[in-house]
């Protein structure tokens, strides 16, 4: 499978970049990224001969030879994104919703994805994102409302919306320098308190991000083809059934 990935940067990117690349049968991952994996990321050796990084400096546009390159993939696993906290509405839009359906337009044009082997789009949602876009969270509403239009969109191409709400995660303590650039000290000290909170006593909001990493790599390849989308509880219920 080839595969893309946004996000790498991120948290959330960068373990599913990992998780890819644990992956015998992902055979090329392109980074569509803004700047480049930092060298502080700790990866597998095989990540340099696996990966090729494609500088996209504005996600708002993709000229046509772009748009085919990428529509020759098999898969994107859309993981960019951040916190709304700080921006304003317009701005997260641009961020969360323009972004993530400007690149769902270039790919449906460029006629990504066959009817024998349709094009699965990946979205990395959150818990609680509202579709009816009724929530008082700004944010919520905002990915609520990418949740519904890609469906949308894809009707009648060869594409498939596959969404995950993720609930609460943290860079994984088996990555320290994750954690030393990812996160800032006071976030570090509210995860040493809330990791083990909502992991014990609120699983239901707590999401181990290699699981989440593992995940999405799987919707990405098509497992689970039933479902459209996935809520936290079934994404720590699902990846236990994994081999």
């Known amino acids: 499978m080839r595969l893309i990935i946004t996000g790498v940067t991120g948290v959330a990117g960068l373990a599913i970049y990992r998780a890819a690349l644990a992956d015998p049968t992902v055979q090329q991952i392109t980074l569509l990224t803004r700047r480049p994996v930092p060298t502080w990321a700790v990866l597998p050796p095989n990540a340099q001969n ?66 024998e082997n349709p094009f699965n ?21 905002v990915k609520g409302r990418v949740e519904r239009e890609l469906p949308e969109l894809f009707q009648g191409a060869n594409m498939k919306a596959r969404v995950v709400r993720p609930a609460y995660f943290f860079p994984s303590k088996k990555y320290p320098e994750d954690r030393l650039n990812q996160r800032s000290a006071f976030l570090r000290g509210f995860d040493v308190i809330a990791t083990p909170l909502f992991s014990t006593f609120i699983s239901h909001l707590y999401t181990p991000v290699e699981d989440l990493g593992r995940f999405c790599v799987e919707l990405a390849k098509g497992r689970w083809p039933d479902q459209g989308t996935f809520s936290n509880t079934d994404l720590r219920k699902l990846v236990k059934e994994l081999p």
């Open 50 to 115: 696996k990966t090729e990084t494609i500088i996209h400096k504005d996600f708002n546009t993709y000229p046509p030879d772009l748009a085919h390159r990428l529509a020759g993939h098999d898969a994107l696993i859309w993981a960019l994104g951040k916190s709304s906290i700080g921006m304003t509405e317009e701005e997260y839009t641009e961020l969360t919703h323009g972004y993530t359906m400007a690149a769902a337009r270039a790919l449906k044009d460029a006629g990504a994805g066959s009817a």
């Open 121 to 141: 789009f990946v979205y990395v949602s959150g818990n609680r994102a509202d579709p009816t876009e009724q929530s008082g969270q700004m944010w919520a509403r």
